[in-house]
């Protein structure tokens, strides 16, 4: 972002020099010069900064193994089995279209990126459990930090990238999650028994709300700000 880039540029005039994560940051907790501005003016105690420190690095560490796990197990239950299915929908389309026609390159495509994105994320999954492994069994804060900020975040990162391509791929009607376009803009409405009783509907569904007796639903977009 602009932010960053200024930061950046501004990096040589600070005294503290330029910490992209917070991992950075919170290893200068204990640094003489950053410890002597809280122990001169009788703010913290050095055990209280190093136990401040610590508590801050252990916090951050568990915050990334948790949504760590959270995306294993959406990636692993919910997209990589549609992510699937898709393919072999795609493998099936490509047998047929070459049985009709000679020329079947935009199904080969389809199918061949399908797979890339699909294997890609099964092995991202394998790399980001790996590291979260290695994040349960490191001995202290320091270390659980770093390897959150050096291992686990960029396979997490990974894991994304394939997540999204996927996303684009796939039909929306099969996709698991809440698209950004249901997220903002979309909405369910409460069709009521009785004429023109229609509400909007205060939750947020997947491609299928929840039945009620006697409730229907509408959806629709709601224009973007500006529109």
Excluded at 36 to 45: K, M
Excluded at 74 to 88: F, K, N
Excluded at 94 to 101: D, G, I
């Amino acid at each position: 972002s602009g932010i960053t880039v200024r930061l950046v540029a501004c990096a040589p005039r600070n005294p503290f020099g330029f910490m992209a994560t917070t991992v950075d940051a919170l290893e200068r907790y204990n640094t003489p010069e950053v410890m002597d501005v809280f122990l001169r003016q009788n703010v913290l105690t050095e055990r209280e900064m190093l136990a401040r420190q610590e508590i801050l690095l252990d916090t951050y560490a568990k915050t990334i193994a948790i949504e760590a796990s959270l995306m294993l197990d959406m990636s692993r239950t919910q997209i990589l089995p549609v992510a699937l299915q898709e393919q072999a929908a795609a493998a099936d389309l490509v047998l047929k279209t070459r049985a009709v026609s000679t020329e079947a390159a935009m199904e080969e495509e389809r199918f061949t990126c399908l797979r890339g994105h699909t294997v890609g994320l099964n092995g991202a999954l394998s790399a980001l459990e790996q590291q979260l492994a290695a994040l349960r069994a490191a001995a202290d804060a320091h270390t659980t930090a770093r390897i959150a900020r050096d291992g686990v975040v960029p396979a997490m990162q990974a894991c994304r990238e394939h997540c999204d391509a996927l996303e684009r791929m796939l039909n929306a009607a099969v996709w698991p999650l809440p698209s950004y376009a249901e997220m903002l803009w979309l909405h369910w409405s409460l069709c009521l028994p009785g004429p023109g009783m229609t509400i909007p509907a205060r939750g947020r569904f997947p491609s299928t709300p929840p039945a009620f007796p006697g409730v229907t639903y509408e959806r629709s977009f709601r224009s973007p700000p500006g529109a």
